[in-house]
Nanobody
């Protein structure tokens, strides 16, 4: 049973930083697309960042480009989302997701339903 566990959420003021972690207990990230999605109340789930763990390529939503960085630690079977210059509009529940197989990363980031494995989410709240 694949299991993804997020951590690192919290409350910060605008301009602050947080680092989210996603630990895969049995799911190897070494041959997967790993992504971060977020969902604010009353809004659809939004793709934030995606990583091709084989080649290390990354892709970001325009709303976070230049502020967020997705990375991986294969030895720890963990991916991270470093979030800098946080804004109130970044407030959401953040989810880690994983899938095998191919795809164009920009497209995958818009297709949450294509990811079979999800964590439980971690809340990020940014106050102005």
């Amino acid at each position: 049973q694949e299991h993804l566990v997020e951590s690192g959420g919290g409350s910060v003021q605008a301009g602050g930083s947080l680092r989210l972690s996603c630990a895969a207990s049995s799911y190897s990230i070494s041959r997967a697309y790993m992504a971060w999605f977020r969902q604010a109340p009353g809004k659809p789930r939004e793709g934030v960042a995606i990583l091709n763990s084989v080649v290390g390529a990354t892709y970001y939503a325009d709303s976070v480009k230049g502020r967020f960085t997705i990375s991986q630690d294969k030895a720890e079977n963990t991916i991270y989302l470093q979030m800098n210059s946080l804004k109130p509009e970044d407030t959401a529940m953040y989810y880690c997701a994983a899938k095998h197989g191919g795809g164009i990363m920009a497209h995958l980031l818009s297709q949450a339903a294509d990811f079979p494995y999800w964590g439980q989410g971690t809340q990020v709240t940014v106050s102005s």
